[in-house]
């Protein structure tokens, strides 16, 4: 019998270019099927309180407060809760009378909760916005030269632009 002669162990080589290939393979799959997930908005909401057994009979209403313009821009029309309040400088004044009459107080603690609704034409000057926020927000006390606040919360309803003619 007649072995042959054998040269050891041979080596076993690993492919490796196939083995780069499925891994890069790997890699675009699962980045091409990665969902970016939008990051969950921090939203400061307030939720309503359950109603209590007996209501408030002290509730205050929602003020609004509308200011309409001429198309020069001047005030046209002064509006408290749908009563028109006139377009003089008095008018402001009648304004701070109303709030004044509905929050039957300056630093009432329900006031603390109510908030000024402004509805201003987009054309209204900026002017006459201030001047009703002033008026909505307190008065100067001509005694004591202090400021006599009524409400802190005023918010503005969106203007809409007027249509092109």
Known sequence: MKLSKSKGPSKVEIPM?????????????FM???KIIAPEGDFNINMPIGMAASS?????PD???GLRANPDGSLAQLTFGGRNLGNDDAAF??????ILKV?????NPLTKDIEVEIDADF???YEYTI???SKCTGRLDPQTKRIVRYIEKVKFKPSKRPEAE
């Open 17 to 29: 270019a196939p083995m780069i290939d499925i891994v890069f393979q790997l890699l675009v799959f």
């Open 56 to 60: 408030e009979p002290n509730q205050l």
């Open 131 to 133: 001047r009703a926020v």
């Open 123 to 125: 054309n209204v000057r």
């Open 32 to 34: 091409l099927n990665l």
């Open 63 to 65: 003020l609004k407060v």
């Open 103 to 107: 929050i039957v107080k300056p630093g």
């Open 93 to 98: 004044d009648r304004l701070n009378a109303e």
